[in-house]
């Protein structure tokens, strides 16, 4: 069972470029998420989607934009990449109804623009 | 706003003493979850713990219990027995809902240090 799976590992991007990063999960989850954390800090919440054909900003939206393709993939665009985003990016599932919802991270995406 | 805050960057413990990781949090949902997840050096989430705002009863699992003090909100992690393998991140979130559906945020992280 391979939980949630994120690609490419790493990238590094020259500022203006663009990239999308992908995310899948195999476990019917309904809620997607996309997380950033910089350095020595925390998970900040880039979008989320609660279910297929709806997405939501969260935290730290801007120069970023989202796609739930369908109930297992979720992907990140960066439209033109910035040094500020430079971070660890990582995606995450989880299913609401079970109560106890935890969420299922993927390894992580290090992106790094130059 | 600052919805999850940890206001311990850094903490240090000795082996096998219990250790408190402090999580206050700020919501007006009334239906919301807290968790606690670690973070090693490797890098990867790992779920410890959840505690949800319904429940009457603190959360326990193994050596990690939630302090759940709804009135004062908050949701602190205690890790009894430490070992060294515990020294890491420790991140708390919560889960709360809203016209978006359910979302999960989280606090800056407290760094934790199990000294031999």
């Known amino acids: 069972n391979a939980g949630v799976t994120q690609t490419p590992k790493f990238q590094v991007l020259k500022t203006g470029q663009s990239m999308t990063l992908q995310c899948a999960q195999d476990?019917?989850?309904?809620?997607m998420y996309w997380y950033r954390q910089d350095p020595g800090m925390g998970l900040r919440l880039i979008y989320y989607?609660?279910?297929?054909?709806?997405?939501d900003k969260g935290e730290v939206p801007n120069g970023y934009n989202v796609s739930r393709l369908n109930k297992r993939e979720f992907s990140l665009r960066l439209e033109s990449a910035a040094p500020s985003q430079t971070s660890v990016y990582f995606c995450?599932?989880?299913?609401?109804?079970?109560?106890?919802?935890?969420?299922?991270f993927g390894s992580g995406t290090q992106l790094s623009v130059l | 706003a600052q919805k999850i805050t940890q206001t311990q960057p850094g903490m240090f413990v000795q082996e096998k003493e219990a250790v408190t990781l402090d999580c206050t949090y700020d919501?007006?949902?009334?239906?919301?979850?807290l968790f606690w997840y670690k973070q090693p050096s490797s890098g990867e989430m790992i779920f410890l713990i959840y505690?949800?705002?319904?429940?009457?009863q603190n959360a326990t699992e193994g050596r990690y219990s939630l302090n759940f003090q709804k009135a004062r909100k908050s949701a602190n992690l205690v890790i009894s027995a430490s070992q060294l393998g515990d020294s890491a991140m420790y991140f708390c979130?919560?889960?709360?809902?809203?016209?978006?559906?359910?979302?999960?945020?989280f606090g800056a992280g407290t760094r934790l240090f199990v000294k031999a």
């Open positions: 995450a599932s989880s299913e609401p109804r079970t109560g106890a919802e935890k969420l299922f």
């Open positions: 476990m019917n989850h309904n809620s």
């Open positions: 989607s609660a279910s297929e054909g709806t997405t």
């Open positions: 919501t007006s949902d009334p239906s919301y979850g």
């Open positions: 505690q949800g705002s319904y429940d009457q």
């Open positions: 979130a919560m889960r709360e809902g809203g016209t978006g559906g359910f979302k999960t945020i």
